[in-house]
């Protein structure tokens, strides 16, 4: 009996330990976190989704390929179709330059002039966006993630969605004229969802929907952006190099257009 009585209260004793050391952590705690596990991110591969609606003129892009941290470097293969055209398009951004295939031919571009820096998802600048509005996101657990959920329409969340706006339209983003649009942009309807991984706390996907209006000359544009992102691969890419033919046969992009 004596032996019997010492295994019951050895079990549960183990039973209090497990339930003393588990953890219960909020949306700030694993927006937080998430913060910290960028720091020491070296890579991951992205696919993006994405469809915008402009004055009843919809545009769908795709992004596919692979982000390199220290030393920052992207290889991207991008399409984007409207209006019953498609462009498709193959990407190195190294170095301070972006090397694009278009027309046949690939260009060399400054990278300033691209923008392309808004596609890297996964950056202490983004996530602290996040976190300022971490007492507007629900959270709950599924698996092995965390899924956070922000909904509405507060004039505020256009932060959230500016890197969206500003992707791809490159050295536009300097415009005055552009970036008075910008600012003027109305919520009618928002939703971000962000499943964050367990135990790396690194961000694999991101939902959005936006529905808003943008005033340009007194005339407001109605527009909705939807998009997945999704993140793979993590510290698991190769070092980004550009293929010495595309460095030989890049021409500036004046000597074609």
Not at 73 to 91: I, N, P, Q, R
Not at 183 to 191: G, K, L, M, S
Not at 214 to 230: K, L, R, Y
């Amino acid at each position: 009996m004596k032996r019997i009585a010492a295994i019951i209260f050895l079990l549960a004793l183990v039973a209090l330990t497990g339930c003393g050391t588990t953890e219960s952590f909020s949306q700030n705690d694993v927006l937080s976190r998430s913060i910290e596990a960028i720091e020491d991110l070296e890579s991951y591969s992205i696919d993006m989704d994405m469809a915008v609606n402009m004055m009843e003129m919809e545009t769908n892009m795709t992004f596919k390929g692979d982000v390199t941290h220290n030393p920052d470097a992207m290889h991207l293969t991008m399409s984007m179709g409207m209006s019953g055209m498609a462009m498709d398009f193959e990407v190195y951004s190294l170095d301070d330059m972006v090397y694009m295939s278009m027309l046949g031919e690939w260009i060399k571009v400054d990278a300033a002039e691209m923008g392309l820096d808004d596609l890297d998802q996964l950056n202490e600048e983004e996530m602290k966006k996040f976190l300022e509005f971490s007492d507007d996101f629900t959270m709950v657990e599924e698996d092995d993630v965390y899924i956070l959920s922000l909904s509405g329409d507060e004039g505020n969340y256009s932060v959230l969605i500016e890197d969206y706006l500003k992707s791809g339209m490159g050295d536009f983003n300097d415009d005055p004229h552009v970036k008075e649009m910008l600012e003027t942009v109305q919520i009618n309807d928002f939703n971000l969802e962000l499943y964050i991984e367990k135990g790396t706390y690194i961000q694999t996907k991101q939902i959005i929907y936006a529905d808003m209006v943008i005033t340009e000359e007194g005339m407001s544009f109605p527009i909705s952006i939807s998009g997945t992102v999704d993140i793979s691969n993590v510290n698991g890419v190769e070092s980004i190099e550009l293929p010495a033919e595309v460095l030989e046969n890049a021409v500036e992009e004046d000597e074609v257009f």
